[in-house]
């Protein structure tokens, strides 16, 4: 089991809410990422961060945002919440340098009423 | 895009039948990995082959990667009712910032 934990497991929450995602890893990793999985679905990458104060846009278009402020954290927030927003939200963490191998937390799903 | 296409989308077979996957990308890649997700969990890594390999082992499961053709199998030998599972490659291309683009999966039901 990797050592990256996601806070919630699940939430249900209404339209117009402000929500966080917790993402945290205790493996020392400087890349973390967050990707947006809708059932039975492939993943997409939605932000990336190198380290400390780097975050970056993935290859999907999100209205979330998400902060680097200590390496062990990635937290993702919405600050409005919409039935489109609806889905899992899976984040994951990899050494810098070498192979991309990346490991996952067990995902947080979402669903906006 | 540069993401993998995988196929069967879906397979069932007996336990102890071996299970074949495949994955086909688009641009060259630095390595190909593939990952399991149990339904409702994240995902875990299995297996990563570099782009001068062709075939690699681990355990059951064997991977092979033909870079003429953009592809990659992933066998399942002697297959367990645990293996059931859904399967993703993932490619780290060339120039993409050694992020991953994921395949569509493959959905694998291994029954008793």
């Known amino acids: 089991e990797a050592d990256i934990y996601q806070t919630p497991r699940y939430l249900v929450i209404g339209t117009g809410k402000k929500i966080t995602l917790e993402c945290s890893q205790t493996?020392?990793?400087?890349?973390m990422y967050w990707y947006q999985q809708d059932p039975g679905m492939e993943l997409h990458l939605i932000h990336y961060?190198?380290?400390?104060?780097?975050?970056e846009k993935g290859d999907l278009s999100s209205e979330s945002t998400v902060s680097r402020i200590r390496t062990e954290h990635f937290p993702l927030t919405l600050e409005s919440a919409r039935p489109s927003h609806t889905s899992q939200y899976l984040c994951?963490?990899?050494?810098?340098?070498?192979?991309?191998?990346?490991?996952f937390g067990p995902g947080t799903r979402l669903l906006v009423l | 895009s540069q993401q993998g296409e995988e196929d069967p989308q879906a397979l069932s077979i007996q336990e102890g039948e071996n299970a074949t996957m495949n994955c086909s990308y688009k641009?060259?890649?630095?390595?190909l990995q593939w990952y399991r997700q149990n339904s409702g969990r994240g995902l875990v890594h299995l297996i990563l082959?570099?782009?001068?390999?062709r075939e690699k082992h681990s355990g059951r499961l064997r991977v092979t990667l033909d870079t003429s053709k953009k592809s990659s199998s992933l066998l399942i030998t002697a297959s367990r009712a645990a293996d059931t599972a859904s399967y993703f490659c993932?490619?780290?291309?060339?120039?993409?910032?050694?992020?991953?683009?994921f395949g569509t999966g493959t959905q694998l039901k291994v029954e008793l």
């Open positions: 994951a963490s990899s050494e810098f340098g070498g192979p991309e191998t990346q490991y």
């Open positions: 493996m020392g990793h400087d890349k």
């Open positions: 961060s190198y380290g400390v104060n780097s975050t």
């Open positions: 641009t060259s890649i630095n390595n």
């Open positions: 082959i570099r782009s001068n390999e």
């Open positions: 993932a490619t780290d291309f060339t120039g993409g910032g050694n992020k991953l683009t």
